[in-house]
């Protein structure tokens, strides 16, 4: 065998056995991987695995992914890469219990015609064809669940989305949910067109059903309680549903202590205000008795000016906190895009010693006001809330989770006040609700509660969001209880995955420099909204000066013609700040770019260049 033969056959035999240790790694190493990003993204919690891990049937994850629209975004088709790792990921921890597809739809397709059916909706662009990217989940009865588009900037709730759809796909009953509430829209079947918009949402995914104001039972097979600006309760309702705090531990509450809802209300059934009674002590959180008024987050209302004219004016009590004074770290809140709407809405005070995990969900600003509810119940106009404004310097709670062990505020059973099973009027109560009746006194709860607290009832009213032609929401009320709900029905092993760490990994200069033009901004702003204020509170009381049948005397046109100039300069330098701040960003972003991109190559050409001169040097010294 000559030397060239040799080459050949060990070539050929290096082949072998390079094919031969890849097929062999596939199977016995195909479960084994190595996640060396710095956030662990391609690894699953362990919350994760137990969702997986007590599947009782298969399931089966369809990713729908455009790849030739996706390739013309780098951010889609960089977040389809990671999708894709992920889903793998969970499909190898699952055992072969979640089968994994990938589809990805020809325009005007029997494919696009099925997935559009199934409710995945585009991306939809100024230019090209539309973007999929979503998730349909089938399992093993035929139920269908997507997750319509998994948008990169939810890259955060990514392992959270896809282990909650598996959930779902295991247990596929609508869970129950009870509403108690003293409002009338909220004691209304879904189907009645004057039930609130809230219970109209919460019914396509829910099983709602409504308690009376006289309940004598909570049904065993209820998963969350939500209880809305409540009736006054006996001290055996109070009970039953400290109890089933101890049992469950899931409830979303809200009350308040200035319901302008209540005091609408015809025929006066609903309070003013609302408290958790002896509940406070089970929760570890107290309402406390004032109203919180913001001018910086303040709603626009029409007013009358002069008793002859009307303008907009901003009414402090009645806030709309944005999405940045929102918790980012909290699934029911990290990814809403509007304000919610609050109307005079109290805070929460957690008491001392209680045990529990407090975490502010959405918060006032700094510069909040503590008004007393009495002045706030009077419906004072904006000056007079202006005019009692005394910044607290404090950022006050209006929503907030509660999670931990609970303690019942009961020391033994209680079965005072009504006997079980026996309406007020005497009538014996049958059905569900008398299997309430066998379950033990408990003094500890039986999982680590999770609670949602909102301190103000106005905010579910339709009143405060939902726009009265169109009947859509104009604020994110109704997704911040939505997403309440869906968090607290859930899986308790899927309360761990309420964050995950961003796959983006922001350059620590750029976000430094960001910050320091942020604090430039806002002072700017602060200062010249204050001119702006201040220009409209003197034009609001050159209005409200009482006119001769003459009219306003020219010396006050004049005012009022340069206080408005005043005010138009102010909003335009501010629109102008905020433009420049931008600029300066994304100035800043492509000097980042530029020296990343080029600084390395230019470096090693360089490098390259010294080297190079260096042995020539070396060369010519060289006798």
Not at 151 to 180: G, H, K, M, T, W
Not at 215 to 225: C, G, I, K, Y
Not at 428 to 443: I, L
């Amino acid at each position: 065998m000559n030397q060239t033969q040799h080459a050949i056959l060990a070539s050929l035999a290096a082949f072998v056995v390079f094919a031969g240790l890849n097929l062999a790694a596939s199977h016995w190493l195909a479960g084994v991987r190595a996640d060396l990003t710095a956030g662990q993204l391609y690894t699953l919690s362990s919350s994760a695995r137990q969702v997986l891990e007590r599947l009782s049937e298969p399931v089966e994850l369809e990713l729908v992914y455009s790849r030739a629209s996706g390739a013309d975004d780098p951010l889609i088709r960089s977040h389809a890469g990671r999708v894709r790792q992920m889903m793998q990921e969970i499909s190898t921890r699952s055992g072969g219990r979640v089968r994994l597809l990938e589809t990805d739809p020809a325009p005007f397709s029997e494919d696009e015609e099925r997935i559009a059916r199934a409710g995945l909706t585009p991306l939809r662009r100024e230019a090209g064809e539309p973007v999929y990217l979503g998730v349909i989940g089938h399992n093993s009865v035929d139920d269908a669940i997507t997750i319509a588009f998994l948008a990169p900037e939810r890259d955060d709730l990514l392992e959270y989305e896809l282990v909650r759809l598996i959930s779902q796909l295991d247990n596929p009953e609508p869970l129950s949910v009870a509403v108690l509430s003293s409002l009338t829209p909220f004691q209304l079947h879904s189907s009645d067109p004057q039930a609130a918009f809230l219970m109209r949402e919460a019914a396509r995914s829910y099983h709602i059903d409504i308690l009376q104001p006289d309940f004598a039972a909570l049904a065993d097979t209820l998963d969350v309680l939500m209880i809305i600006h409540p009736p006054p309760l006996s001290e055996r309702q109070l009970y039953l549903i400290d109890q089933f705090l101890m049992r469950r531990g899931r409830a979303l509450i809200a009350i308040d202590p200035a319901a302008r809802a209540g005091a609408v209300q015809p025929g006066g059934l609903a309070p003013v205000s609302s408290s958790l009674g002896v509940l406070e002590t089970t929760l570890g959180v107290r309402l406390a008795p004032d109203v919180i008024a913001d001018r910086s987050l303040a709603l626009p209302v029409t007013v009358t000016a002069g008793g002859w004219r009307t303008l907009q004016a901003a009414q402090p009590l009645f806030i709309a906190p944005t999405p940045a004074d929102m918790s980012r770290s909290d699934v029911v809140t990290s990814q809403l895009s509007r304000p919610v709407h609050f109307g005079a809405a109290g805070h929460l005070v957690q008491t001392p010693g209680s045990g529990l995990r407090l975490e502010p969900l959405i918060e006032a600003s700094a510069g909040s006001a503590r008004l007393s509810p009495a002045f706030a119940m009077s419906d004072p106009d904006p000056r007079a809330v202006l005019e009692a404004y005394q910044p607290s310097g404090e950022r006050p709670v209006l929503a907030a989770r509660l999670s931990g062990p609970l303690r019942s505020a009961f020391s033994a059973p209680t079965l005072a006040s009504e006997t079980p099973g026996r309406q007020r009027d005497g009538s014996v109560e049958t059905g569900p609700d008398q299997s309430d009746q066998t379950q033990p006194y408990r003094q500890a709860s039986a999982v680590p509660a999770e609670v949602i607290i909102i301190a103000d009832a106005d905010m579910f009213d339709d009143r405060f969001y939902v726009h009265p032609g169109t009947g859509q929401a104009l604020g994110d009320n109704a997704a911040f209880v939505l997403n309440a709900l869906d968090n607290l029905s859930g899986d308790a092993a899927l309360t761990a995955l309420r964050s995950r760490t961003p796959a983006g990994r922001p350059m620590s200069l750029l976000v430094r420099q960001e910050a320091l033009a942020r604090d430039r901004l806002y002072a700017e702003q602060r200062r010249l909204e204050a001119l702006a204020r201040t220009a409209e509170e003197r034009l609001a009381e050159l209005d409200a000066r009482p006119a001769d049948a003459s009219g306003p005397p020219a010396t006050a046109l004049r005012d009022m013609a340069a206080l408005k100039a005043e005010a138009d300069m102010a909003r335009r330098a501010l629109r102008q700040i905020e433009r420049d701040y931008r600029d300066d960003v994304e100035a800043l972003e492509a000097q980042i770019a530029t020296l990343a991109i080029w600084l390395p190559p230019l470096g090693v050409a360089l490098a390259g260049a010294g080297v190079i001169l260096w042995r020539r040097m070396r060369q010519r010294g060289t006798p």
